[in-house]
Nanobody
Framework: QLQLVESGGGSVQAGGSLRLSCRVSGYTYSHNCMAWFHQAPGKEREGVASIYTRIGTTFVADSVKGRFTISLDNAKNTVYLEMNSLKPEDTAMYYC????????????????????WGQGTQVTVSS
């Protein structure tokens, strides 16, 4: 069974940076898609970025495009989310997720496509 463990969250000021990590253990070849979602209090969970693990194609939500980057280190079985130029509206719990649904060579940010989830890591951005 695949397990996902996030780390790297914290509190930063607006304009700062954080790097989130998602350590993947178990049968790592069972899921082609890895993604990051976030959920603010009282709001729905939303996709941030996804990556197709076999060839590394990425998809990034418009709200974070140019600021956030998703990457994968296969040797470490770890997915990263590099977050720069953070804004107060980025404040949320960030979740790592794994899924198998492909759209051509892409993994999109459809919530229902992801069946395995980590416990989340909190990111707080102050103004």
């Amino acid at each position: 069974q695949l397990q996902l463990v996030e780390s790297g969250g914290g509190s930063v000021q607006a304009g700062g940076s954080l790097r989130l990590s998602c350590r993947v253990s178990g049968y790592t070849y069972s899921h082609n898609c890895m993604a990051w979602f976030h959920q603010a209090p009282g709001k729905e969970r939303e996709g941030v970025a996804s990556i197709y693990t076999r060839i590394g194609t990425t998809f990034v939500a418009d709200s974070v495009k140019g600021r956030f980057t998703i990457s994968l280190d296969n040797a470490k079985n770890t997915v990263y989310l590099e977050m720069n130029s953070l804004k107060p509206e980025d404040t949320a719990m960030y979740y790592c997720a794994a899924g198998t649904t492909m759209y051509g060579s892409w993994c999109l940010l459809v919530l229902g496509d992801y069946t395995l989830w980590g416990q989340g890591t909190q990111v707080t951005v102050s103004s």
